[in-house]
Each structure stands twice: as C-alpha cells, then as structure tokens.
C-alpha cells in the first residue's frame, strides 16, 4: 500500500499548469507585466475631488491644499517604518525638481506617530525638498472614503491631482517612476 502522493502526477500537473500560464501569455491572456495607468482621465465628478486639509508641516506651520489650486499635486501618504515608501522618496524628490517649473508639487502625508522633528531628521538625510506635513487617521479616513476609489490599504499611498483639484489617479504601494512620470505627462 501507497502513503504519500504520486511525485509523477504532481509533476505532470505542474507541467501542465506551466504549458496553461505560457500559451495564455503567449496569447495575451495573461499579462505578465508591471500595471500601467490607464488613459489618464480626470472626471469632473465633484466625488473625485480632492479633500481638502490643513496639517502642520514639519516646523509646525499650516499647509492648506486649497493653496495648490492650479498646479498639479502629487499626494502621498507615507511612514519613516515603510520600506516601500522609502523606497519611493527619491523617486518623488527626482519628479519634484524634473517637474516643479512646469507646475508639479509634491506633499508628502507623513503618517508616523513620531514627533515631527524625528520625521525631519529621517527627510533630510534623504535630502527631501518636497513638502511633507504631519497626518492621521482623520486625513487616511477621507482619503479612503472616495467615492470609486475605495479605501486605503496600503502605503505608500499615491494620489495625483490635476490642477482643478480633481484626483486623476491613485497607486497603492511601491510605483515604478516611468508609470508615474506617464501619468503626470498629460497634465502638466
């Protein structure tokens, strides 16, 4: 009597799963690929609208989105513990310089529960020149409650906005910067 499982059905099936997962690549079915934005269409449906804040920067001194009205913004919600989104920081500061002249700001949403100093300490030695401001589970709740976007279940969290305020694209987790730099071309 046999214990265990046959070895050569077990090869066979995964043989065939392969032969699966290479004819539907091969055909298209299948995409292998990094995700690319779609077209990059901002609605005008005021539910795609960016909610507003005001939240202290790093000094302590108020920063309104309202203010960037007119530019296009990238948002990010990020932490000093994420690995991810250190990953992404330069990626952000390289877009900011490339792109600050034609109108891109960049605002980092800190969600650490470090002190504000501590977080400072962490961007400079990134030599971050962005804007970065203080957030919480208030700003992540609104954030997460828009409407066809659904929540926030990841960071780095990324939101770009065209320069009537409305959100044209959202990225949960690490994005490459050839995606994000194709998605800010059209708007800026």
Not at 36 to 50: H, I, Y
Not at 71 to 97: D, S
Not at 173 to 184: D, N, S
Request: hydrophobic share 40%.
């Amino acid at each position: 009597m046999k214990s265990g499982i046959d070895k050569s059905k077990i090869w066979k099936l995964l043989l065939l799963l392969s032969l699966i997962l290479l004819l539907g690549y091969g055909l298209g079915k299948v995409d292998l690929s990094a995700p690319k934005p779609a077209k990059v269409e901002c609605l005008g449906q005021e539910e795609l609208s960016a909610p507003v804040f005001s939240l202290p920067d790093l000094k302590g001194d108020r920063v309104d989105l309202v203010s960037f009205k007119g530019q296009v913004i990238i948002l990010e919600f990020w932490a000093t513990w994420c690995g991810p989104c250190r990953e992404e920081i330069p990626v952000l500061n390289q877009l900011y310089r490339k792109y600050k002249d034609r109108g891109l700001v960049v605002i980092g949403i800190s969600l650490d529960r470090k002190e504000p100093q501590e977080v400072k300490k962490f961007l400079d030695q990134l030599q971050v020149d962005y804007i970065n401001v203080m957030g919480g589970e208030e700003i992540l709740e609104k954030y997460s409650q828009i409407a066809k976007l659904g929540p926030i279940r990841a960071i780095p969290a990324t939101f770009v906005i065209d320069r009537k305020g409305r959100i044209c694209q959202k990225f949960l987790g690490l994005t490459e910067k050839g995606i994000l730099e194709e998605t800010l071309q059209p708007l800026l």
